[in-house]
Nanobody, 123 residues
Framework: EVQLQAFGGGLVQAGGSLRLSCAVSGLTFGNSAIAWFRQAPGKEREGVAC????????VYSDSVKGRFTIASDNAKNTVYLQMNSLKSEDTAVYYC????????????????WGQGTLVTVSS
C-alpha cells in the first residue's frame, strides 16, 4: 500500500522560510514522481513542485520558481520542499502526492495522496 505523510507546516512571517517533509512508503521511491500541490481557500489546487530522484527530473510552477526547492533523500524515502521568501499568497494547505511513472507532469496520474499540512504566511 502506497502511503505518504506530509508534515512541517506552520505559521511564518512574510519573507521567512519553512521546510515541508513528505515521508513515502509502498512504492519504488527513486523511480516515481513525487510532487507537492497546494490549495488555498476558494482556489483551485495547484501543482507546486515535482521530483523524480533517479533521473534528477524536477519541475516547478512559475509562482514558486526561484523561491522553493524540492529535494529527495533516497535513504529516508523522503521528499522535502524548502520554501524561502514566503509571501502571503503562499498560504495554503500543502499536499504531497505520488505518480508511479518516472516523469514529472502536472497532467500525470497522481493517484496517491498524503494528508495536507497547513502553511500560513502572515504579512
Amino acid at each position: 500500500e502506497v502511503q505518504l505523510q506530509a508534515f512541517g507546516g506552520g505559521l511564518v512571517q512574510a519573507g521567512g522560510s519553512l521546510r515541508l517533509s513528505c515521508a513515502v512508503s509502498g512504492l519504488t521511491f527513486g523511480n516515481s514522481a513525487i510532487a507537492w500541490f497546494r490549495q488555498a481557500p476558494g482556489k483551485e489546487r495547484e501543482g507546486v513542485a515535482c521530483i523524480v530522484s533517479d533521473n534528477d527530473d524536477t519541475v516547478y510552477s512559475d509562482s514558486v520558481k526561484g523561491r522553493f526547492t524540492i529535494a529527495s533523500d533516497n535513504a529516508k524515502n523522503t521528499v522535502y520542499l524548502q520554501m524561502n521568501s514566503l509571501k502571503s499568497e503562499d498560504t495554503a494547505v500543502y499536499y504531497c502526492a505520488a505518480d508511479l511513472s518516472p516523469l514529472c507532469s502536472w497532467h500525470g496520474k497522481f493517484d496517491h495522496w498524503g494528508q495536507g499540512t497547513l502553511v500560513t504566511v502572515s504579512s
